[in-house]
């Protein structure tokens, strides 16, 4: 019912700035949220948002150096990504909810490496 395009991933120095994008082919969804997994771990949560009331979340591990935000005429989600670190390493996905209360679409994952 969607489809998901991130974009934006790349190779940046410790400190430096990324920004994600995730291009949703139409909106049936209101909660999109961005993961990420690194290599040998579990996939985590690092933001979300409620896209009708702009109500934001973010994981402890990133909260002050990302931002999400949204832009309504392109139907696209922004990950904004300040003062990386070599943790910060991972492939990121972005995931809307639709008619369900859990994430069940996804993106391919773009991938994000920091180095020192």
């Known amino acids: 019912q969607v489809q998901l395009v991130e974009s934006g991933g790349g190779l940046v120095q410790a400190g430096g700035s990324l920004r994600l994008s995730c291009a949703a082919s139409r909106r049936t969804f209101n909660t999109v949220g961005w993961f990420r997994q690194a290599p040998g771990k579990d996939r985590e949560f690092v933001a979300s948002m409620v896209w009708s009331s702009g109500l934001t979340s973010y994981a402890d591990s990133v909260k002050g150096r990302f931002t999400i935000s949204r832009d309504n005429a392109k139907n696209t989600v922004y990950l904004q990504m300040n003062s990386l670190k070599r943790e910060d390493t991972a492939v990121y996905y972005c995931?809307?909810?639709?008619?369900?209360?859990?994430?069940?679409?996804w993106g391919q994952g773009t991938q994000v490496t920091v180095s020192s």
């Open positions: 995931a809307v909810k639709v008619n369900l209360n859990v994430y069940n679409y």
